[in-house]
T-cell receptor
């Protein structure tokens, strides 16, 4: 069965620090997608990235970067030079069947000024 | 980008009443929509997959008669919480699947509906 584990429940950093959010997944499928979403206090989910299982290239988007390693079934997310606006709950998710998402428990990130 | 709306955004109701939540894809057609439930400080749990013109597929442990889902058109899915009780209080989020022109599909989330049952 598929499963997503975000071991870090809460992380607190000071502005401008780098922070990495961990995500480990389990799946029997060879074809799957991995996602990261941000959920600010308003509650609305903000899509950050989607990765398919055949693309292990790391990705960078501004201050955000993602490290996908199939060998360790991990899809970690790093925020460089964190800002207060980055404070939110971040979810890692896995999709096997078309569109059906399995979410991790979420990591609450607090960035203090 | 594609937009998904939910109505209402917040609802407070008395125990025993039924509440209907609408999920609309505003600028695209969605043959598939999903309903998730989120308890405070918890993760999102998939409740059911809603397919246009057919019965919804419910996840294990989700009561079909309690959470009625109707997907009558390509832009609208509704979730009705029947005979609501305080334990049904939660944040309900829908998403709509935009079938991709390539091999990938993109799922767009609504803003959520916060249900409080007194």
């Amino acid at each position: 069965a598929q499963k997503v584990t975000q071991a870090q429940t809460e992380i607190s950093v000071v502005e401008k620090e780098d922070v990495t959010l961990d995500c480990v997944y389990e799946t029997r499928d060879t074809t799957y997608y991995l996602f990261w979403y941000k959920q600010p206090p308003s509650g609305e989910l903000v899509f950050l990235i989607r990765r398919n299982s055949f693309d292990e290239q790391n990705e960078i988007s501004g201050r955000y970067s993602w490290n996908f390693q199939k060998s360790t079934s991990s899809f970690n997310f790093t925020i460089t030079a964190s800002q207060v606006v980055d404070s939110a709950v971040y979810f890692c998710a896995l999709s096997e069947v078309r569109g059906k998402l399995i979410f991790g428990q979420g990591t609450t990130l607090q960035v203090k000024p | 980008g594609a937009v998904v709306s939910q109505h209402p955004s917040r609802v407070i109701c008395k125990s025993g009443t039924s509440v209907k939540i609408e999920c609309r894809s505003l600028d695209f057609q969605a043959t598939t929509m999903f309903w998730y439930r989120q308890f405070p400080k918890k993760s999102l749990m998939l409740m059911a997959t809603s397919n246009e013109g057919s019965k919804a597929t419910y996840e294990q442990g989700v009561e079909k008669d309690k959470f009625l889902i109707n997907h009558a058109s390509l832009t609208l899915s509704t979730l009705t919480v029947t005979s609501a009780h305080p334990e049904d209080s939660s944040f309900y989020i829908c998403s709509a699947l935009l079938a991709g022109r390539t091999s990938t599909d993109t799922q767009y989330f609504g803003p959520g509906t916060r249900l409080t049952v007194l």
